[in-house]
């Protein structure tokens, strides 16, 4: 059962892969605009990328630190390029919100960053289980729930919802 207010909401925004990117408002934003209608709630939407899974656990073995700094910084960028478009209703209609963007494990980063910022609750989709190796698999949102410190509100493709409280 979700609590009927929450203050401080950590989004996890989908990988720029994802097919929710190409819709105009899908499911992750729905949720959070319904949770911003409160006044004193706290919105931040949270990009997580992966250099190694960008480009290549070889190559980025073979970059310069100088050289991988600046492929970061661009990835970075990238990212945060993108989250913005992500984001622009909320930004149309004046809702404040916070942009973060990090590196590192999906699933590590979003725990660590809800910690961090005290977040009561964590909106996040999940992907579809489209192959043999995905059913055995778990994924992000069912390791952020296991070891988030606060609620976590799941949304899956289709739509709906599952929560943990």
Known sequence: MLRPSYLNALVAVPPLTHEWYRLPVDAIRR????????????????SV???QQEMGTGEVNLL????????????????RD?????????????????????QGAP??????????MGADLIIMGHHKKTSLFD????DVAERVAKRAPCDVMIIAPGGGTRGKE
């Open 31 to 46: 949720a959070a605009a319904a949770i911003c209608q409160t006044p004193e709630v706290s919105l931040t939407f949270l």
């Open 49 to 51: 990328f992966s250099i």
């Open 64 to 79: 310069p630190p100088e050289d991988l700094r600046l492929v970061m910084d661009i990835q970075e960028k990238k990212h």
């Open 82 to 102: 993108s989250v913005a478009e992500y984001l622009k209703w909320f930004t149309e209609r004046g809702i404040a919100h916070t942009i973060v963007i990090a």
């Open 107 to 116: 699933d590590e980063v979003i725990v660590q960053k809800a910690e961090e």
């Open 135 to 138: 059913i055995f698999s778990s």
